[in-house]
């Protein structure tokens, strides 16, 4: 699966929406934030928050590499807005592609329709 511009969120009343009628879901490295889209058949877009706090310029973009990468493989239910920001205390060096598909995956499982 390819992750296009499609599946990106860049507007701030987009975030703002997912913040404010999205639902919370918690792990131990991650928060998730997820809003239904007006139309249910649009595609899902994914959203990035990672504050300065979680380390330098290379691994803010790391950590968000990672990010992406997880939703490109796992895909996600179409018709939702995402928008997923690391806690505080994660450690960005110790962060690989495994650590973040657990715990994502479950919150996507959480998030998804039903």
């Known amino acids: 699966m390819k992750f296009g511009r499609e599946h990106r969120l ?3 009343p987009d975030f703002l929406h997912c913040y404010n009628a999205g639902r919370r879901f918690f792990s131990s490295s ?5 809003a239904e889209r007006e139309d249910r058949r649009l595609p899902w877009r994914l959203g990035l928050t990672v504050s ?8 803010r973009n790391r950590t968000r590499r990672l990010i992406r990468e997880c939703f490109r493989l796992a895909g ?3 018709g ?4 997923v920001t690391p806690k505080r205390g994660i450690d960005p060096r ?3 592609l495994s650590r973040v598909r657990s715990d994502i995956l479950p919150l996507l499982k959480r998030a998804g329709p039903g």
């Open 76 to 78: 996600a239910p179409d």
């Open 30 to 34: 991650f928060v998730l934030f997820a």
């Open 80 to 83: 939702y807005d995402y928008v």
């Open 52 to 59: 300065k706090k979680t380390g330098c310029a290379v691994w």
């Open 10 to 12: 860049t507007e701030r």
């Open 94 to 96: 110790a962060l690989n």
